[in-house]
């Protein structure tokens, strides 16, 4: 059974950082490719950062680069997602993502909230 367990959302003023974690099980994560996505109220989901399964070739969608970096951890099956100089627009709802096709996972998602 495939499970994941979201962490390190919350509310927090620009400028601030924070480091979401996503720790899975029931799959063999280091053959996955690790993803985080958000989507704001009204928005669609939009992929924020993606790493290969052995940890290479991070890439970032254009706002968040040189702010964001992801990371993975496959001794603990964890990805993870550091958030520095937010702003209030990265407000949305987090999602971690495993690929490796055909299959493709989802994590259940963390709230961050931006605001001061």
């Known amino acids: 059974q495939v499970q994941f367990v979201e962490s390190g959302g919350g509310l927090v003023q620009p400028g601030g950082s924070l480091r979401l974690s996503c720790a899975a099980s029931?799959?063999?994560?280091?053959?996955?490719?690790m993803s985080w996505y958000r989507q704001a109220p009204g928005k669609e989901r939009e992929l924020v950062a993606t790493?290969?399964?052995?940890?290479?070739?991070?890439n970032y969608v254009e706002s968040v680069k040189g702010r964001f970096t992801i990371s993975r951890d496959n001794a603990k099956s964890t990805v993870y997602l550091q958030m520095n100089s937010l702003k209030p627009e990265d407000t949305a709802v987090y999602y971690c993502h495993a690929r490796s096709r055909p299959w493709d996972y989802w994590g259940q998602g963390t709230q961050v909230t931006v605001s001061s």
């Open positions: 790493i290969t399964n052995y940890g290479g070739n991070p």
């Open positions: 029931g799959f063999t994560f280091s053959s996955y490719a």
